[in-house]
């Protein structure tokens, strides 16, 4: 199937000539005519006069007349090549098709202008079914992740998901759908449901979370925002009989509702491996040169409950491991019962991260190019604070017993979209109850 966008009301061709020349057609006097033409094509302004697309099936037309329309705009051939390039992009980021190949034809038929061109997407579209199958190691625990995908679901790039995770310590379900506006896909709404059922050894805690979400995501000037509201239903138990009373009391049913918010500012060329541009969300900030890549981020939260009601296990803030201060254990930071780690309701923390390529550069240009050196400084604190005692006395609360850790490792790159780290690590400012690491 395919459609044509044209600039009149009169049927067109769907096809022309090759803009190319082929040597073996010269001797032909009606090719004559053709390399002259695209000698004019070459060095004056042209008309796109349709656009076509072909190998359509289930996929709405409406959509991917926004993204092929600048095309029409376009003054001169490579005008034209460019336009058409950044088309393509735009049908491929649609996450609809498999193929996308554009082919840029002189315009034939009887009302073709001599400076005509026809230019033709040819599309392949993805199963209306898909699935995969992966295992992750990651934060000490291992899992195996199944997904059901049903991409295009209703023509218009719609894409509905399913995904099975279980792991050693966590098994989640979740059915989501996302739906883009067209012409504008970074404009787009994603209504998840999920179930959630995790275990925090660190607290004696398990965790059963039923939930279900919206989420909008829009940009503005130069900045991305997302807007969420998220309810949850959650289940809260003990792990083990050895729980502590202040763990155990916190155990039950409770409903939660939370409506967020977060802005970035993202020009960094990488995710993983940047090595130029700069990252901000909402108090989270780096920043990179171009040999080495130096960042640094700051970040911190503080739960304030209504109705002087104490505040739940589940919604409190956790420091320490890979993600926050390193050299400390997972979540092993702060107020603790009985070995039993509680959280607190207010925290902050930092890091200073140095990336830079191996020594002697073992492999550039190769497999070495997936690895960086790393050298840190992390540093935070998390407590709870009696909050008729005023800004100051909190700042002072925040700012004793600070744990820290330096050290060095290497990182190795997944793909684009994790990486693998190995660093040794020296933590300081260790208090009792904290439980610490040499290696991560």
Not at 28 to 36: D, F, K, R, T, Y
Not at 42 to 61: S, W
Request: hydrophobic letters at 35%; charged letters at 20%; a neutral charge.
């Amino acid at each position: 199937m395919s459609f044509s966008l044209v600039q009149s009301l009169d049927p067109l061709p769907m096809h022309g000539r090759d803009l190319g020349v082929n040597p073996d057609d010269l001797v032909e006097p009606p090719e004559m005519e053709h390399e002259a033409k695209q000698e004019i094509l070459e060095n004056k302004d042209v008309v796109v006069q349709h656009v076509n697309i072909q190998g359509l099936g289930r996929t709405k037309e409406d959509l991917l007349g926004y993204e092929i329309s600048d095309v029409f705009h376009a003054k001169n051939l490579i005008d034209v090549m460019k336009k058409a390039h950044v088309a393509r992009q735009k049908l491929l980021r649609l996450g609809i098709f498999k193929e996308v190949e554009v082919l840029i034809d002189t315009s034939d038929g009887t009302d073709a202008l001599p400076n005509g061109l026809d230019v033709t997407f040819e599309v392949t579209e993805i199963k209306r079914l898909t699935g995969s199958y992966n295992t992750m190691v990651g934060n000490n625990e291992g899992s195996m992740v199944l997904g059901l995908k049903l991409p295009n679901m209703l023509g218009r790039a719609e894409k509905l998901t399913f995904q099975f995770s279980y792991g050693t310590k966590e098994t989640s379900y979740g059915l989501s759908f996302f739906k883009p506006q067209p012409g504008h896909f970074e404009r787009n709404l994603t209504l998840n449901m999920y179930k959630v059922t995790g275990q925090f050894p660190w607290s004696s805690l398990k965790e059963t979370d039923r939930g279900m979400s919206a989420e909008v995501n829009f940009p503005l000037g130069m900045t991305n925002h997302t807007l969420k509201w998220e309810g949850v239903w959650r289940e809260l138990g003990c792990l083990a009989r050895s729980a502590s009373f202040a763990v155990r009391e916190e155990s039950g049913h409770s409903l939660k509702s939370a409506l967020s918010h977060t802005v970035s500012v993202d020009s960094r060329n990488s995710a993983i491996f940047p090595n130029r541009g700069a990252l901000l969300r909402i108090n989270q900030v780096s920043a990179n040169d171009v040999n080495t890549v130096l960042s640094a981020s700051l970040w911190g939260g503080m739960l304030y409950p209504l109705g002087g009601q104490p505040s739940c296990i589940a919604d409190r803030f956790y420091l320490g491991g890979p993600t926050s201060v390193r050299g400390f254990g997972m979540y092993s930071i702060g107020p603790q019962s009985e070995g039993d780690y509680l959280g607190g309701e207010a925290y902050w923390a930092g890091g200073l991260h140095l990336y830079t390529p191996l020594p002697f550069r073992p492999g550039k240009g190769g497999f070495g190019d997936l690895f960086r050196t790393h050298f840190f400084l992390n540093a935070g604190n998390l407590c709870n604070l009696n909050y008729g005692d005023g800004p100051r006395a909190h700042l002072q609360k925040l700012a004793e017993c600070i744990r820290w850790s330096y050290g060095a490792g290497i990182v190795l790159r997944l793909g684009n979209i994790a990486r693998l780290e190995l660093n040794y690590c020296v933590p300081m400012g260790v208090q009792s109850g904290d439980r610490y690491t040499v290696f991560l």
